[in-house]
């Protein structure tokens, strides 16, 4: 492309070039035909063009020659010449216009071509992205617990984001058609009308870390929800530097803020690492912000087990070797709380628990190294290369072991724990609902 585009762009060039030195002489020459003719018509003897002959002895004293037929000759070929020239200068003027105006259509029409090939680049990657209920088991649990109370989730609070959770967001958020208004075509069956009926009308995202912010920003700019709600940074926990409150109510996270639904996705999970010992406060703290009749969902992992009978047990040693990373690089691991510890901190903010839920966990190789990427990621930060060197070779050694473990499982992949959904329900009058079953689904 670069070998024919260079030599017409300088072709081009050169024309221009050459049509400007054309122009030029063409002007000079209807210069000289409009001085050649002024000096046939008007003579220091007084000849015009309307003289029959003029004796030229008369004005220089030599032989008579008839020069009144040479003025009007002269008046014809510079009249002549002078359409051709204006012609001739008009058309090579109008042709670099034509050549500019060319183009710059050009280039508009690139322009637009790349910007519809952009907007729908970006159409395919939102569609491509968005997570629905049926994709999902806990979030497809969410969904039917809230089909079973007949409750939209309405005004939504993801007290802990993350970019998985803003694209099932986004599924109960964008239409069919990705126009965000929940009333496009159905092409996807009972999945999308579910999703039409459990619309969310504003979301709020709550996390603690900037990257984080980043990241769930431009998620929701891909999928074009950025407008549907707010993306917040800030902690639950809401104390400054030293440990204290943080000047009152009215400076607290999401201060006024009532929802129909708050969805905490592994936030107390994760809580160690930007707010420690503050998970016990957690409920009481997200309870102020749930409407009567609202649902708390709850997601969360099952603490893994110290050590595990047969090749399970590399998940338990996979584990061990992960949080031993993150310590040794200064930094705080992630500490998951059992199910039933969810359940009575639950009742104890004054909810009504109302469904839990347990999936187990099947490791499949690929997801054992992402955590123990993990692991190699903090090697750069420990105190000594030589224990880091050291550690670098356990985490190959345990990629290894967890190789030959899931290539001999029928599943190809290794079974342990659990992840568990606890939904909880805000009373519309706490008397009236106290020692109500859990609704069986």
């Known amino acids: 492309r670069q070998c024919v585009c260079v030599p017409l762009y300088y072709s081009f060039q050169l024309l221009t070039i050459t049509i400007s030195f054309l122009k030029f002489f063409l002007i000079v020459a209807v210069a000289v035909l409009a001085l050649f003719n002024s000096t046939c018509t008007s003579l220091p003897c007084g000849g015009t063009r309307r003289s029959t002959t003029v004796n030229i002895g008369t004005c220089a004293g030599s032989s008579s020659t008839s020069i009144g037929s040479i003025g009007s000759i002269g008046t014809k070929s510079l009249g002549v010449s002078l359409g051709v020239s204006v012609t001739a200068v008009a058309a090579l003027s109008a042709f670099p216009l034509f ?3 060319r183009q710059q259509q050009q280039q508009q029409q690139q322009q637009q071509k790349s910007h519809q090939l952009q907007q729908s680049k970006t159409s395919k990657m939102s569609k491509s992205k968005v997570v629905y209920g049926s994709d999902d088991r806990l979030f497809g649990r969410i969904e039917k617990v809230q089909l079973s109370h007949s409750k939209a ?7 802990g984001t993350g970019t998985h959770s803003l694209r099932w967001m986004a599924s109960l958020i964008i239409d069919r058609d990705g126009n965000g208004n929940g009333n496009g075509n159905e092409n996807n069956g009972g999945q999308r009308n579910l999703n039409s009926l459990l619309k969310i009308e504003h979301y709020t995202a709550i996390t603690a870390d900037e990257k984080m ?3 769930v920003l431009k998620e929701a700019q891909a999928l074009g929800i950025e407008d549907k709600g707010d993306i917040i940074i800030g902690n639950w926990q809401n104390t400054n530097d030293n440990g204290n409150d943080n000047g009152g109510e009215e400076f607290e996270l999401c201060h006024g803020e009532m929802y129909d639904t708050i969805l905490a996705d592994y936030l107390v999970g994760a809580m160690d690492g930007f707010s420690p010992y503050y998970q016990d406060q957690i409920f009481p703290r997200l309870v102020k912000h749930l409407k009567p009749g609202g649902l708390l969902h709850v997601v969360g992992l099952n603490p893994i087990p110290d050590s595990a009978p047969n090749d399970a047990n590399i998940i338990c040693k996979m584990t061990k070797l992960r949080d031993a990373c993150i310590l040794l ?5 992630y500490r998951e709380y059992p199910i039933d510890w969810i359940e009575r901190h639950l009742e104890k903010a004054g909810l009504e628990v109302i469904h839990s839920s347990k999936f187990p966990i099947l490791y499949s190789h ?3 190294v992402r955590q123990l990427n993990v692991a190699r990621s903090k090697l750069s930060l420990f105190p000594s290369k030589a224990l880091a060197r050291e550690m670098g070779q356990a985490i190959d050694a345990l990629e290894e072991e ?3 473990a899931t290539d001999k499982s029928s599943t190809g992949r290794l079974k342990l724990g659990f992840d568990y959904v606890v939904s909880a329900r805000m009373p519309m009058e ?3 609902n106290e020692g109500k079953p859990k609704d069986e689904l």
């Open 402 to 404: 967890s190789k030959v």
């Open 430 to 432: 706490k008397s009236v």
């Open 329 to 333: 690089a200064g930094h705080r691991c």
């Open 213 to 215: 912010r980043s990241n």
């Open 99 to 101: 050549q500019r105006r």
């Open 366 to 368: 690929a997801a054992i």
């Open 153 to 159: 989730f309405g005004r939504f609070l993801d007290a």
